[in-house]
């Protein structure tokens, strides 16, 4: 109830904020690596593929630091696959950190397909990828490593870092599958429904009192000026 003087109470949308406590974590994924050739396999580094980045792949690492560099990020990690440390690279130069590797946020394992096989195989639309997608199970391929495993050691990754980091923003630069568990496991989606994020693409997520909660998805205005992707 308001009187001719008094301005009525206004409730205007407000943006979201964090607790103090809670902590985000960016997630940028790797830039574009090396293209792969049949027969010559990317070199392995226990027993998965680390090829480096490809020229594209560096002028992203560059455009994605420009992206970042005035965000108050206070620690960067990477995986032990060089593709993640050389894209992070750029960034820890502007910002003057140094880049902690956790290697638990390392790519899926995709046994006998490691090496970059994947890339053809799907390219070619192999029977048993056909398979692999519609069953949304990484360990349809033989050897490859399952859901559960790999979506258990990435999430325990994540959650010994928000430990280390309370009520930060750390970035940590890693590969499109682990984005695409991380995200399923939080929204508890299908295991596919966040696959295909753009390399240098930001996610970020956050956790506040024990509970994980999205905050963006596959970010690639930095790299690309059109949402279309025609």
Not at 24 to 33: M, P, Q, T
Not at 199 to 220: K, P
Request: one cysteine or more; a negative charge.
């Amino acid at each position: 109830m308001t009187t001719q003087d008094e301005t009525p109470q206004q409730f205007a949308q407000q943006r979201w904020q964090r607790t103090p406590d809670a902590t985000e974590v960016i997630l940028l994924r790797h830039g574009a690596s090396q293209p792969f050739v049949p027969g010559q396999s990317f070199p392995l580094v226990d027993g998965q593929g680390d090829p480096p980045l490809s020229p594209v792949g560096v002028t992203q690492a560059r455009s994605s630091a420009d992206r970042l560099r005035n965000e108050p990020i206070t620690a960067l990690y990477a995986t032990n696959m060089q593709r993640t440390q050389q894209t992070v690279a750029p960034l820890a130069a502007a910002l003057g950190q140094e880049v902690a590797i956790e290697k638990d946020l390392r790519e899926i394992a995709l046994g006998e397909w490691e090496g970059g096989l994947l890339r053809q195989k799907a390219a070619e639309n192999d029977p048993t990828f056909q398979r692999m997608m519609l069953e949304q199970r990484w360990d349809v391929i033989p050897g490859a490593e399952s859901n559960e495993e790999f979506g258990s050691r990435c999430m325990n990754a994540l959650n010994r870092i928000v430990e280390r980091h309370p009520g930060e923003l750390v970035l940590c630069t890693v590969h499109g599958g682990v984005i695409g568990s991380v995200l399923a496991q939080i929204a508890l989606s299908r295991p596919f429904a966040f696959g295909g994020a753009d390399n240098c693409s930001i996610s970020q997520i956050v956790q506040s009192e024990g509970e994980w909660l999205i905050r963006r998805f596959n970010d690639s205005s930095h790299l690309f000026p059109h949402l279309h992707h025609g």
